[in-house]
């Protein structure tokens, strides 16, 4: 079943290349600031943004977790692709693509799945599953160990670049992983390694 909150999926390209996006809805909506630019809520670049009242802005200090109290909503995505043999003719989506949404209060993960073989095209899957009071627990101390960090001087290559994106009643703040400071210039960095294990976590539980 598809998350109520989970616009369409749709196929976009970046130099010929499909990558994970949501389709926007058809429904008028409001433009919401991201620091200091301004985003539809229903487009994805790296998550997705939901509507709200008062907040604050969630952390970008080095050492800061992002779990902090006014933080309603966590979106984690990996758009797939890297050092990966090239799917099938047909495909929709990049080998390895997933993308979780955990609203934290009412822990009902929505997901987007990249599903293939290698054989038959790859295909993105939506979906949602509620976690059990003690699942969201876990999930919610995974996600406190993601801290802004100070990337390090060298970039990797070969992969995917993680992200992910903070929300709080009135604002949203994206992140990059820590293997990116070549190419991001404009956001604060997580662990890469810490952002994995909570997709893995994610993952799991919504298999």
Known sequence: MT??????????????TPFFALQASAQPVALRRVRDRWALPGL?????????????????????????????AVTLQNPGGGFTPAPPAGSKCLVGGRMFTVPLATGTVAYTK???????????????????DAELGDVKAQLAKLT????????????PMLTVLVETS????????DGF???VKDK??????VISDVMGKLDTLTK
Not at 3 to 16: D, L, Q, S, V, W
Not at 170 to 177: E, G, K, L
Request: negative net charge.
């Open 3 to 16: 998350h109520p909150r989970m616009p369409p999926i749709k196929t976009e390209t970046i130099n010929g």
């Open 44 to 72: 994805l670049a790296v998550g997705l943004v939901a509507c709200g009242g008062d907040g604050e802005w969630p952390p970008t200090t080095v050492g800061q977790s992002i779990l902090s109290k006014a933080v309603t």
């Open 114 to 132: 990249c599903i293939g073989d290698g054989v038959v095209p790859y295909m993105p899957m939506s979906g949602s599953r509620t976690l059990t």
């Open 148 to 159: 802004v960090v100070k990337p390090p001087d060298a970039c990797i290559t070969d992969v």
């Open 170 to 177: 009135t604002t949203v703040q994206s992140y990059a992983d």
């Open 181 to 183: 400071p070549c190419q």
């Open 188 to 193: 604060p960095f997580l662990s890469r390694s």
